[in-house]
Nanobody
Framework: QVQLVESGGGLVQAGGSLRLSCAVSGRTFYAMGWFRQAPGKERECVAAINWSGGATYNADSVKGRFTISKDNAKNTVYLHMNSLKPEDTAVYYC?????????????????WGQGTQVTVSS
C-alpha cells in the first residue's frame, strides 16, 4: 500500500522558516514534487526533484527561499522553506510520480499526500 505522509506544517511569522517532510512507503518512485493550493487558487508546483540524480525544479515565486531535498535512506523528501511570506499561506501537498522528473504538472503525479497547512502571519 502506497503512503505519502506529510508533516511539518504550522503557523509561522513572516520571515520565518519551516521544514516539511514527506515519508514515502509502499513502492519506488522516480520523481517527487511539492505542490500548494491556497483558497480560491489553482494548485501549483513549488518544487520537484528526481529520486535518482537529484535534479530539481523551483518555481520562480519561491526561488532563493525554498529548497527541495531527499534522503534516500529514509525514503523521505523535504521542503525547506525560508523567508516565508504571507502569500506562501496554503495547504502543501507532496506527490509521487512513476515517471522520471523533475515534473511540474499535477497530472504527472499518481499519488498524493493528505496535505499540511502552512500559515504565515504578517
Amino acid at each position: 500500500q502506497v503512503q505519502l505522509v506529510e508533516s511539518g506544517g504550522g503557523l509561522v511569522q513572516a520571515g520565518g522558516s519551516l521544514r516539511l517532510s514527506c515519508a514515502v512507503s509502499g513502492r519506488t518512485f522516480y520523481a517527487m514534487g511539492w505542490f500548494r493550493q491556497a483558497p480560491g487558487k489553482e494548485r501549483e508546483c513549488v518544487a520537484a526533484i528526481n529520486w535518482s540524480g537529484g535534479a530539481t525544479y523551483n518555481a520562480d515565486s519561491v526561488k532563493g527561499r525554498f529548497t527541495i531535498s531527499k534522503d534516500n535512506a529514509k525514503n523521505t523528501v523535504y521542503l525547506h522553506m525560508n523567508s516565508l511570506k504571507p502569500e506562501d499561506t496554503a495547504v502543501y501537498y507532496c506527490a509521487a510520480a512513476t515517471r522520471i522528473g523533475p515534473l511540474l504538472a499535477s497530472h504527472e503525479y499518481a499519488y498524493w499526500g493528505q496535505g499540511t497547512q502552512v500559515t504565515v502571519s504578517s
